[in-house]
């Protein structure tokens, strides 16, 4: 099997019986952790990029019990897709895990460039993306991000080349909200509803399981914001294309202790016309929620958290990081991505599976004191 499964993800976590019992969670089709790893490293062109290696971290999380990767093929111009491979690779050969128990997630829309990165991005563009004959200039805005079919066929071609795989098992649509404000709503939709009936043809193909939208705030925005995204509408647009057994199944956005909109802030609609939060609005279609960016890429932490998080949250002497962590976790959704590169990180942030998650009532009194609903 060329995929994450029920089983495999089910036999995966039976090696962590020490763990709570509710450190996994199940969707009714794989069995995920409750903290996932991404590979998101901010300014890219910077020096250090060059010098990382997010193999020993991706090890270093599958042997901690954390079977969820996240990544995209922008992330450092395709390297982080690249050393996931690098990692994946040594583990299956030692034979410590199989293939069928990790859940594989990338993403595509931003224009990835290729390591190392080119002295000419706009010639890369034009003799890779244009003069391919995969968009056109009016399909890619700002020079940077593109939903045309052809694009993202080849993108996710590339991902799996770069990540070595058969099958990518979530595959999102990477921030189309970056186009609003340069096409209008109706055109936004087409091209959401072009991506959506080339993603079903790459589930018919076996090159995707699922697919989804990975949102920085376009679901979180007031509904009148140039850059708001309907789920209610792009639900429409997965059963219109897909019917009743679409592959339209994920939502991933930010959730944190600052940016807690997706729990507390109703501004989707639902079937019945009231507006509720985002991951109400998930769970009523049937979409399984991750939560990204839970330390909001380390902007939590200007400041040392009062003390009562740490008891709400029950950790205790733990840091502000297991802090953060533990509250993103336990809102609702079923993954909160961290990221790290240095393996002793993923250690410390893995010590959270040994706590059961924060009670509702916890995360309410957090709420109350991040954003008034």
Request: aromatic share 14%; net charge negative; glycine share 8%.
């Amino acid at each position: 099997m060329s995929r994450a499964t029920k089983e495999g993800t089910f036999g995966y976590l039976k090696k962590f019986g020490n763990y709570s019992k509710d450190f996994y969670r199940f969707n009714g089709e794989l069995f995920f952790p409750s903290l996932g790893i991404g590979t998101y490293k901010a300014e890219p062109y910077k020096e250090d990029n060059y010098i990382i290696n997010y193999a020993e971290a991706i090890k270093t999380a599958l042997r901690r019990g954390i079977n969820f990767i996240d990544t995209a093929i922008n992330y450092r111009y395709q390297m982080s897709e690249r050393e996931i491979a690098e990692a994946l690779n040594v583990m299956f050969a030692e034979k410590e895990i199989t293939r069928e128990e990790v859940i594989i997630a990338s993403k595509a829309g931003f224009i990835p460039l290729d390591f190392p990165f080119p002295d000419n991005p706009y010639g890369w563009i034009q003799e890779n993306i244009l003069d391919a004959g995969l968009a056109s200039k009016e399909e890619i805005v700002i020079d940077q991000h593109c939903m045309s079919p052809a694009y993202l066929r080849w993108s996710c071609e590339q991902s799996l080349r770069n990540l070595e795989i058969e099958t990518i098992d979530i595959f999102f649509l990477h921030n189309p909200e970056t186009q609003l404000g340069y096409v209008d709503q109706e055109t936004f939709y087409e091209r959401i509803e072009a991506a959506f009936t080339l993603f079903e043809e790459l589930r018919s193909e076996g090159k995707i399981v699922s697919y989804g939208i990975a949102a920085w705030n376009g679901f979180l925005y007031e509904s009148d914001h140039i850059e708001y995204v309907s789920l209610g509408k792009v639900v429409e647009i997965a059963q219109r294309i897909g019917g009743k057994n679409h592959g339209f199944k994920y939502i991933q956005s930010p959730f944190n202790l600052a940016k807690p909109h997706a729990y507390g802030y109703a501004n989707q609609q639902s079937s019945d016309g009231m507006f509720y939060p985002l991951m109400h609005v998930c769970a009523h279609y049937g979409l399984t929620y991750i939560g990204s960016s839970p330390l909001l890429q380390k902007n939590l932490f200007k400041r040392a958290f009062a003390p009562n998080v740490a008891e709400l949250m029950n950790t205790g002497d733990l840091s502000d990081i297991a802090s953060a962590l533990q509250f993103a976790r336990s809102a609702g959704g079923i993954c909160a991505i961290f990221g790290a590169v240095d393996p002793a990180h993923v250690i410390d942030n893995a010590v959270l599976a040994y706590l059961p998650e924060a009670s509702p009532k916890a995360v309410n009194t957090l709420m109350k004191g991040a954003y008034a609903v």
